[in-house]
């Protein structure tokens, strides 16, 4: 089933987003920014869809309509947007509720979600990214089943309380893994050193914590109780207060769930 999607930002998500619908098939009707600029620059992308700074949509042939936005942009342009009949408004949040669009003019609501983490200017394989969905309506949600389908084998129905934890989850395994490796950065760069003799290390701390479990895989003088070097890192750390404050807590943290 091809289906035709209006997306509304143009954003990270959306960047991905809209060339990856259309190789699946599908139609990109129109593309939605506040700045029209940015919705014709991202309609380069794709065959053929239209740029609007308007949120009237009432005309649209779209099906499918995207909410490709920040968090904090759902809740306004969900009540904002003026829709067709039978419309389905999704968005594509890891913990906004899909109660916030409860109040739109769509006849169906549903959740759209891709968990992965998405820069512009590095490509992002759709085939490995788990899509999860939502939907109270369950023809919606088969609809929805179909176009993450396309996209990716991996389509999980999940409810919005436990894509919220999911979503916890993911910040501490990415987001927070990359401030770290950024630490990293910043102290070897302080002291004169080639970031690249750690990258070695780093790959093969990922993997092995994802092939033998994070508690198995786990070393470092906090695991191994060496008080000694952790207070010497500390120490090396004063220069920073925030940072030897981080050290001091992750460490502590090790020790006491092991």
Do not use: C, W
Not at 90 to 105: D, I, Q, R
Not at 143 to 169: E, G, I, Q
Request: cysteine-free; hydrophobic content about 40%.
């Amino acid at each position: 089933m091809k289906f035709k999607i209006a997306i509304l930002g143009t954003g990270n998500v959306a960047n991905h987003l809209v060339p990856a619908l259309e190789n699946a098939g599908h139609t990109i009707t129109e593309i939605y920014a506040r700045d029209i600029n940015d919705a014709e620059k991202l309609t380069e992308k794709v065959y053929v869809a239209d740029a609007k700074s308007d949120l009237d949509f009432s005309d649209s042939k779209a099906e499918i309509f995207i909410l490709a936005v920040s968090d904090a942009a759902i809740s306004d342009l969900a009540d904002e947007i003026i829709l067709p009949e039978e419309s389905i408004l999704v968005h594509t949040s890891g913990t906004v509720p899909l109660s916030m669009l409860g109040y739109s003019s769509a006849s169906y609501t549903g959740i759209f979600y891709p968990l992965q983490t998405f820069s512009k200017g590095r490509e992002v394989d759709f085939v490995d990214v788990p899509f999860l969905i939502e939907s109270e309506d369950q023809e919606t949600l088969q609809k929805l089943k179909k176009l993450a389908k396309s996209l990716s084998p991996s389509v999980f129905v999940v409810k919005s309380k436990d894509r919220l934890a999911l979503h916890v989850a993911a910040v501490f395994a990415s987001n927070f893994t990359n401030h770290m490796i950024r630490l990293s950065e910043e102290i070897m760069g302080r002291q004169g050193l080639d970031f690249e003799m750690l990258k070695p290390l780093i790959i093969e701390s990922v993997s092995k914590s994802l092939e033998l479990g994070a508690k198995r895989a786990q070393t470092g003088p906090a695991i191994r109780g060496d008080y000694g070097t952790l207070d010497h890192h500390f120490q090396f750390l004063n220069y920073n207060e925030q940072v030897a404050e981080i050290y001091r807590l992750i460490s502590q943290d090790i020790i006491d769930v092991n």
